[in-house]
């Protein structure tokens, strides 16, 4: 299977980590920065950004449904991120923007993977079917003890979805399967301890997207 994009001119940056581990507001503060330079930018989330991804995050996520064994989670995330790589994401690359996403592949490995048991390595490999081999030029591992995670989550008062509320061993088991991901491909990505302060992550974040290729 082949990792390469010849077609593609942009950039594409993913941020992963455990719930409440900043992802959201890191990317947020990137793309804002990034804009500032006149970079065009696209903001996105796993798994959606389509319609049907749309139907399938929320089939998966709410509570309510029933049901659902791991391997038909992981399916369900994987042709979501399928079709959002088809219909957003490689598009926009070729473009030439920069597409900042909130979660991608590794998600599904250390959820699904690890987590869930299923093997990461049958995940991954799914999952780059999926996707025809698109994967982040950098990925940022915002790495966070999952009860730090879910204070913040909590202290939000936001609802917890059907995988959030799994308990603290399973979120630890994602916590180590993101680091070794990340160790397998140092070139590949930025780990930081998510407990910085939001600011010095935001400069840390900056710097090495800086170093990228424009
Ligand atoms: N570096 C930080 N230090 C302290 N609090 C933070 C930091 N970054 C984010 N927060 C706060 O933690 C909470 C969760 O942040 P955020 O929504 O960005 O995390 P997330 O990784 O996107 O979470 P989720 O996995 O639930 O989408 C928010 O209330 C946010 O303001
Ligand atoms: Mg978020």
Redesign the pocket.
């Given at each position: 299977m082949s990792t390469s994009r010849p077609s593609a001119r942009g950039l594409f940056i993913a941020?992963e980590?455990?719930?409440?581990?900043?992802?959201?507001?890191?990317?947020?503060l990137l793309a804002a920065a990034l804009q500032a330079q006149d970079r065009v930018v696209l903001r996105t989330r796993e798994p959606g950004g389509t319609p049907i991804g749309e139907k399938l995050r929320s089939l998966v996520l709410e509570h309510g449904q029933g049901d659902i064994d791991a391997r038909t989670e992981a399916l369900l995330f994987a042709a979501s991120r399928a079709a959002h790589v088809q219909q957003v994401i490689a598009p926009a690359l070729a473009r030439g923007e920069v597409v900042i996403c909130?979660?991608f592949i590794d998600s599904s490995v250390a959820y699904q993977g690890a987590g869930r048991s299923l093997g990461t390595d049958v995940v991954r490999r799914l999952n780059e079917w999926g996707t025809d081999g698109l994967l982040p030029d950098l990925t940022i591992l915002?790495d966070?003890d999952p009860r730090t995670?879910r204070t913040?989550?909590t202290?939000?008062q936001?609802a917890e979805d059907r995988l959030?509320s799994e308990p603290d061993e399973f979120h630890r088991s994602i916590r180590q399967a993101f680091l070794e991901l990340a160790g397998r491909e140092p070139a590949r990505y930025l780990v930081l301890d998510?407990?910085?302060?939001?600011q010095?992550?935001a400069r840390r974040i900056a710097a090495r997207v800086a170093e990228l290729p424009a």
């Open positions: 941020f980590g455990g719930d409440g581990a900043g992802k959201s507001t890191q990317a947020g909130d979660r915002l966070v995670g913040r989550r202290s939000g936001a959030e998510a407990a910085l302060p939001q010095d992550l």
